[in-house]
Nanobody, 123 residues
Framework: QVQLVESGGGLVQAGDSLRLSCVAS????????VGWFRQAPGLEREFVAA????????KYADSVKGRFTISRDNAKNTVYLQMNSLKPEDTAVYYC????????????????WGKGTLVTVSS
């Protein structure tokens, strides 16, 4: 099994930036594609971004394309989500997850979830 721990969330103003981190233990993260998801209060969890094993392929939800960047440093067993130009509608608990393929992550069918980190964006 793999354990995932997210960090980097916080309270920011609209237009600010945050970088979230997802650190894996138990298995080397390079084994898996990794995705970021988010869940706002009262809403279902939604896909945000995904990255392939070596970082060569990325995928983004339309709502964050051009503002968020997913990256990974397999030597540090870490995947990042750089979030720029944050909007109030980005407010959510952000989760990272692993899956066998990027396509699987895009559909929300994942193998392991982290416990999440809260991002709050005020107007």
């Amino acid at each position: 099994q793999v354990q995932l721990v997210e960090s980097g969330g916080g309270l920011v103003q609209a237009g600010d930036s945050l970088r979230l981190s997802c650190v894996a233990s138990g298995r080397t993260l390079s084994t898996f594609p990794v995705g970021w998801f988010r869940q706002a209060p009262g809403l279902e969890r939604e896909f945000v971004a995904a990255i392939s094993r070596n970082g060569g392929v990325t995928k983004y939800a339309d709502s964050v394309k051009g503002r968020f960047t997913i990256s990974r440093d397999n030597a540090k067993n870490t995947v990042y989500l750089q979030m720029n130009s944050l909007k109030p509608e980005d407010t959510a608990v952000y989760y990272c997850a692993t899956g066998p393929t990027t396509a699987t992550l895009f559909t929300g069918a994942v193998d392991y979830w982290g416990k999440g980190t809260l991002v709050t964006v005020s107007s």
